[in-house]
């Protein structure tokens, strides 16, 4: 049994846990590589695997960060690390008052509350007041407190350390292609369907306009070859990202065009994938050269989706 917990002091397990700590936003390689040895490890010696998250993501709070900074929301990265075998996913909130606790204490409330006998780690990872909790620091409060510390080496890509920070800018540029190999994983948002200008359904490409969450990062503006999910089912699509400038758009939007789909799914919840950059978003000349554009993305998307399924 899984479970998502939202807050540390909503939880006191009875079996012993490896624990690992880290705002694993996106849940890249790396990412996969520390959590999955966890779970071996855990699994393999009757523990349960937890993994200890931040919501607001430290950077956020720490440096008043605003706008789109997240690769998944907080459901989005539990649903990914039960995925990885995990038991338990704690979000723990990130406020002034966390910020403060010295180390030692959280360590105290990491084996009150998860029964704490092994802590799995990167080689630099730090927690607590000025980031005092280091790996040798953990060490020697295992010695005197009773549980493990181990460190696990993050995925290199080429020397470098797989980073969320990395990934962030690969999409802000439409690098879809680099994110997805250090994802391990296509890129994907999600949303409600809501109605919009409903421009798409005059022209007769009736597009499901997405409302994402405004701190998720969503990739450059253009067209992108997608898939969609609704609950269990799988389409193709031609997705737009941007401000729909033929129209003097400027609000950025993500809207689906969903192939072989006829059906009312306002206040569904879609999740887009996406699989290639086809284009540029662009203005063009005249309604008719637009219509002839989508009709060509719709056959790119279609061409490029069942060659690569």
Do not use: C
Not at 87 to 105: E, G, I, N, S
């Amino acid at each position: 049994m899984t479970k998502h917990i939202y807050d540390l002091a909503h939880i006191h397990l009875k079996q012993p846990s490896l624990v690992t700590i880290g705002v694993f936003d996106g849940v890249h390689r790396g990412h996969q590589h520390l959590i999955r040895q966890l779970v071996e490890e855990a699994h393999r010696t009757d523990r349960l695997a937890v993994v200890l998250t931040f919501f607001p993501h430290p950077d956020v709070v720490l440096r008043g960060l605003t706008g789109r900074y997240y690769l998944t929301t907080a459901e989005q990265k539990a649903d990914l690390l039960f995925g990885l075998g995990v038991d338990y996913v704690v979000t723990q909130p990130f406020d002034d008052r966390l910020r403060q606790v010295r180390a030692a204490d959280f360590v105290d409330q990491l084996r009150e509350h998860l029964n704490l006998s092994a802590l799995s780690v990167g080689a630099d990872f730090a927690m607590g007041y000025k980031r005092e909790g280091n790996v040798a620091f953990l060490r020697e409060q295992g010695a005197a407190k009773g549980f493990d510390v181990q460190v696990i080496d993050l995925v290199a890509n080429g020397g470098d350390a797989i980073s969320s920070t990395a990934i962030r800018q690969a999409l802000q540029v439409g690098d879809i292609d680099l994110a997805r190999h250090w994802l391990g994983r296509s890129y994907a948002i999600g949303g409600e369907v809501v109605h919009g200008a409903k421009r798409g359904r005059q022209i007769g490409f009736p597009t499901a306009n997405l409302e994402v969450w405004d701190q998720q990062v969503i990739p450059a503006n253009g067209i992108y070859a997608s898939w969609v999910y609704l609950g269990n089912e799988r389409f193709m699509a031609a997705t737009n990202v941007g401000v729909r400038p033929h129209f003097d758009g400027d609000d950025i939007t993500v809207e689906p065009y969903i192939l072989d789909f006829d059906r009312d799914i306002y206040g569904e919840y879609l999740t887009v994938t996406f699989e290639k950059r086809l284009r540029d978003e662009a203005k063009f000349d005249s309604l008719e050269a637009l219509i002839a554009q989508i009709g060509a993305d719709v056959d790119a998307s279609r061409e490029y989706l069942l060659a690569n399924p």
